[in-house]
């Protein structure tokens, strides 16, 4: 197993993408396959999914797997749901997708996953400081850095504005939605970038999403202290991000092992037998509970006829 090889798997409303990636050199080992995302998307039907896609590569058996999901993702738990059945809230993705394709899984939020990428083979590379990854599309994702670590999970886009979530004023849906032109576009842009600048005051900032093609049209228009460029990956950073995730995960894993390695998928068999030791140790005690209660309706009863016979001897 190459240490600079690593599958990503790119979770969305419409479809379920993934290839490997060569981490060396920043992209795709293989052109990318697409299955469409299955309606309903539950857990149980875009796991056998992404089993299905992992499948049809001939994957070696320890390749680690990087999954961006769109949703908080803590601790490989899911605790919301965006573009995805809600009965995701509250799911092990990790373990899922760990027993499900027989490969190290390893989860990270979307937008997460494309600031991995970009930090480190895009735009970001070698920056330094406090570092704003933005997605633009149909909400605004983001990930932000400091010196290179990721802060996860931050969820930038929903800060109020102007009485409501920023992102339902100024992503790149609303742009097309009120068929605003570039610079009406760049007047809301301004806005929500000045504060974030006011906010956590980045040394760079990064803007992703498809319409990161067309920055030429809007980017120069924003005032800001801080730079502000255009992503460099585009649609394959959550892909290349997750995979970078899962191997520096993976081998941080196996040393912590002393070179070993235990495997993500022992570890969620270990959650799976403890829920099981749970659930039967929750019957043990229904049962032990209705047993007593049984016990003290037949000495109740016992003492009940032994007064009755008292009584009629007397």
């Given at each position: 197993m190459s240490s600079t090889t690593a599958f990503g798997i790119d979770i969305g409303g419409s479809g379920i993408k993934g290839a490997p990636v060569d981490l060396k050199a920043g992209e795709l080992a293989t052109d990318r396959l697409r299955i469409p995302t299955p309606q309903p998307s539950t857990p149980d039907a875009v796991a056998e999914?992404?089993?299905?896609?992992?499948?049809?590569?001939?994957?070696?058996?320890?390749?680690?797997?990087?999954?961006?999901f769109p949703a908080v993702i803590q601790h490989g738990v899911?605790?919301?749901?965006?573009?995805?059945?809600?009965?995701?809230?509250g799911t092990d993705v990790d373990a899922l997708f760990t027993e499900r394709t027989g490969h190290d899984v390893f989860v990270v939020n979307d937008a997460d996953a494309a600031g991995i990428a970009e930090m480190e083979f895009g735009a970001g590379r070698d920056a330094k400081g406090v570092v704003l990854m933005t997605t633009l599309g149909t909400g605004v994702g983001t990930a932000l850095f400091v010196d290179g670590h990721l802060v996860p999970n931050t969820e930038l886009g929903h800060i109020p504005l102007h009485g409501d979530s920023a992102e339902k004023y100024m992503a790149e849906s609303v742009r097309e939605r009120e068929e605003l032109d570039w610079s009406q576009w760049a007047e809301r842009l301004q806005e929500y970038y000045s504060l974030i600048e006011f906010l956590f005051n980045p040394d760079l900032i990064i803007v992703g999403?498809?319409?990161?093609?067309?920055?030429?049209?809007?980017?120069?228009?924003?005032?800001?202290?801080?730079p502000i460029v255009p992503a460099e990956l585009r649609n394959?950073?959550?892909?290349?991000?997750?995979?970078?995730?899962?191997?520096?995960?993976?081998?941080e894993t196996r040393a912590a092992a002393g070179g070993n390695g235990r495997k993500k998928s022992g570890l969620a068999a270990d959650k799976a037998q403890a829920k099981l030791e749970k659930s039967a140790k929750k019957g043990d005690k229904k049962a032990d509970k209705k047993a007593r209660k049984n016990?003290?309706?037949?000495?109740?009863?016992?003492?009940?006829?032994?007064?009755?016979?008292?009584?009629?001897?007397?």
């Amino acid at each position: 197993m190459s240490s600079t090889t690593a599958f990503g798997i790119d979770i969305g409303g419409s479809g379920i993408k993934g290839a490997p990636v060569d981490l060396k050199a920043g992209e795709l080992a293989t052109d990318r396959l697409r299955i469409p995302t299955p309606q309903p998307s539950t857990p149980d039907a875009v796991a056998e999914t992404v089993r299905e896609l992992i499948e049809s590569f001939d994957i070696a058996a320890g390749v680690p797997v990087g999954v961006p999901f769109p949703a908080v993702i803590q601790h490989g738990v899911a605790k919301t749901a965006a573009n995805v059945d809600h009965s995701w809230i509250g799911t092990d993705v990790d373990a899922l997708f760990t027993e499900r394709t027989g490969h190290d899984v390893f989860v990270v939020n979307d937008a997460d996953a494309a600031g991995i990428a970009e930090m480190e083979f895009g735009a970001g590379r070698d920056a330094k400081g406090v570092v704003l990854m933005t997605t633009l599309g149909t909400g605004v994702g983001t990930a932000l850095f400091v010196d290179g670590h990721l802060v996860p999970n931050t969820e930038l886009g929903h800060i109020p504005l102007h009485g409501d979530s920023a992102e339902k004023y100024m992503a790149e849906s609303v742009r097309e939605r009120e068929e605003l032109d570039w610079s009406q576009w760049a007047e809301r842009l301004q806005e929500y970038y000045s504060l974030i600048e006011f906010l956590f005051n980045p040394d760079l900032i990064i803007v992703g999403g498809g319409v990161s093609k067309h920055h030429k049209k809007y980017l120069p228009e924003l005032d800001l202290r801080a730079p502000i460029v255009p992503a460099e990956l585009r649609n394959e950073a959550g892909i290349i991000g997750a995979a970078v995730l899962a191997r520096h995960a993976e081998d941080e894993t196996r040393a912590a092992a002393g070179g070993n390695g235990r495997k993500k998928s022992g570890l969620a068999a270990d959650k799976a037998q403890a829920k099981l030791e749970k659930s039967a140790k929750k019957g043990d005690k229904k049962a032990d509970k209705k047993a007593r209660k049984n016990d003290k309706k037949a000495e109740k009863k016992t003492e009940k006829n032994s007064a009755k016979k008292s009584t009629s001897k007397d």
